[in-house]
């Protein structure tokens, strides 16, 4: 009887024991599925940066002919002088190199608003509406103070802008290595 | 003998009480799963900037750049982040019905798509002829992450996201879209 009820109580016993595990799985796997969600978004790969620039147009620019490496960037409103200072510069510093598409996107209505009554060219687009897988990915960028360099058939990189004595030189420099 | 018998039955109580922890943390991931993907897709620190969110979404673009017709003020706004390419959108045979719910609750309903050339035939659209958003504003960009098509996100009529599911609907997505919405009513 004894042996009986041991066998009843290890069987029992295997079958939670199994029920756990099984349950276990599943918790640590949807825990690591809503963390790869995340991780994944900051992996996001560019498409072709269709987009509204901020006189209205509908633009893709990176489709021009010849175009073999495109950078993106947010520009923002709270420091769009400094911002512009800076691509305008870095825009010059790459004009020789052919090929080079540069992109901004503005980060809100009042950016685009006064980028657009720019009279100045500025050597670059600025985006005012993008696509949101692209969108996405410069606002990933943007969080680690970077912008984005695709080159022709590789994966897009990011490359440091904002940061304590950078200089244009040195941002033109590390988007054409 | 009677030490053996002790030790499973000590087990057996463990086991009995780890499947009890294990089996309501399982049922509070599931239950709350709704919450989870509306915590998943807000951007932290992306709550500021001018507008509601409802509103910044009606200034979306369509395919052609042209504005669409979402309804920017006085109504819930449901949103589906799908694209034609994307399989499990095509399969999801909750959102139509959650779609019809809501529309039957006075909700505008539109599509938001990762990229332009993913866009819907109007004539497969469903709900059909519902507006389809290519290009959003960095200004609705920088609240929301958007992780995997599909995504259904619930605004209320002051432009708050109150609900979202990630990934293929549920059969209680329904029900529990209903819920938040005629809570958010009170």
Known sequence: MAHHQIIVEIVLLLLLGGY??????????E???????????????????TGVDVTGRLLTPAASPG??????????????????AIWREVAHR??????????????????????GAVAQPLGFTVMMYGEVVDSQAVLNADALAQCLVQKAGSEPFGVVWRGAGLTPGQISQRILD | MKQLRWMVSGLLAVAVIGDGVLTCWDWRVRSHAPERSREAVVRAGGSGGRGSSVSLFASGLAVDGTRVAVPDRGA??????????????ARDTVWPRLAEAMRLKGVSVAVLLPRAAEGFDPAALVPAQVPQVAFVSMEWMKRYRLTVTPTAMLFNRAGKLVWAQHGMLRPDSIASALRVLQEDAR
């Open chain 1, 94 to 115: 790459v004009s020789d190199r052919r090929g080079v598409r540069i992109i901004g996107f503005c980060d809100d209505s009042q950016c685009a608003r006064y980028v």
């Open chain 1, 31 to 49: 825990e690591r599925r809503v963390a790869a969600r995340i991780e994944s978004n900051m992996l996001l790969g560019i498409g072709r940066y």
């Open chain 1, 67 to 84: 175009v073999d490496r495109v950078v993106t960037f947010l520009l923002r409103a709270d420091r769009l002088g400094d911002d512009l």
């Open chain 1, 20 to 29: 756990g595990w099984t349950l276990g799985r599943e918790i640590v796997r």
């Open chain 2, 76 to 89: 819930p706004l449901l949103i589906r982040y799908a694209s034609r390419t994307c399989g499990y959108c």
